[in-house]
């Protein structure tokens, strides 16, 4: 059974650094694009960007680019999201989410539980 | 690729028939497209992809059409677990983007 594991709910001040889990398990973890997506406090989807974790190639949606990073380390099946200074607009849930099979498949089949993040002074 | 989603809440009775649309800006390159589910409190779960593919152990209730940059998420006979919200993602260029949703509600 695939399974995505996320990390817990953080807190945290405006210009702390975050970093946040997301643990993949029953499938071959170096062959599945991850992909990251922000849910605002009563609002709608956001693709954040995706991460190869068998080169760790990323792309970044433009609204994200430069704002956060992300990364994998396959050696543990496990993916990163990371802030270097969170503003209170970062307040979200996270999602992880594996891609589908082929490089066309570029929508979510399996979805981790989220991580809630909340930036608060 | 801005999505549009109509309407944006849907009052229906169990056993009713739902219809959920989704337009696109532009062309969607090979129609790309996916729809989610989502209930309160929980993570997103893939209906739809390619926008009539129904994903792996989902209901025949749910199907997905498609003409020209409308799509359209179809649930036949509503039961009480398919109110929800309803997004659709299009996934032919990037960036990918979702519409704003569909909530479901019971009339």
């Known amino acids: 059974e695939v399974q995505l594991v996320q990390s817990g709910a953080e807190v945290k001040k405006p210009g702390e650094s975050l970093k946040i889990s997301c643990k993949g398990s029953?499938?071959?973890?170096?062959?599945?694009?991850i992909g990251w997506v922000r849910q605002m406090p009563g609002k709608g989807l956001e693709w954040m960007g995706f991460i190869y974790p068998g080169d760790s190639d990323t792309r970044f949606s433009p609204s994200f680019q430069g704002r956060v990073t992300i990364s994998a380390d396959k050696s543990i099946s496990t993916a990163y999201l990371q802030w270097s200074s969170l503003q209170s607009s970062d307040t979200a849930m996270y999602y992880c989410a594996r891609r589908g099979r082929y490089t066309y498949s570029q929508y979510f089949e399996h979805w981790g539980q989220g991580t809630l993040v909340t930036v608060s002074s | 690729i801005v999505l549009t989603q109509s309407p944006g809440t849907l009052s229906l009775s169990p056993g009713e028939r739902a219809t959920l649309s989704c337009r696109a800006s532009?062309?969607?390159?090979?129609?790309?497209l996916a729809w989610y589910q989502q209930k309160p409190g929980q993570a997103p779960r893939l209906l739809i992809y390619g926008a009539s593919s129904r994903a792996t152990g989902i209901p025949d209730k749910f199907s997905g059409s498609v003409s020209g940059t409308d799509f359209t998420l179809t649930i036949s006979r509503l039961e009480p677990e398919d109110f929800a919200v309803y997004y659709c993602?299009?996934?032919?260029?990037?960036?990918?983007?979702f519409g704003p949703g569909t909530r479901v509600d019971i009339k």
């Open positions: 029953g499938y071959d973890f170096t062959t599945y694009w």
């Open positions: 993602q299009q996934y032919g260029s990037s960036p990918l983007t």
């Open positions: 532009q062309s969607v390159t090979n129609n790309q």
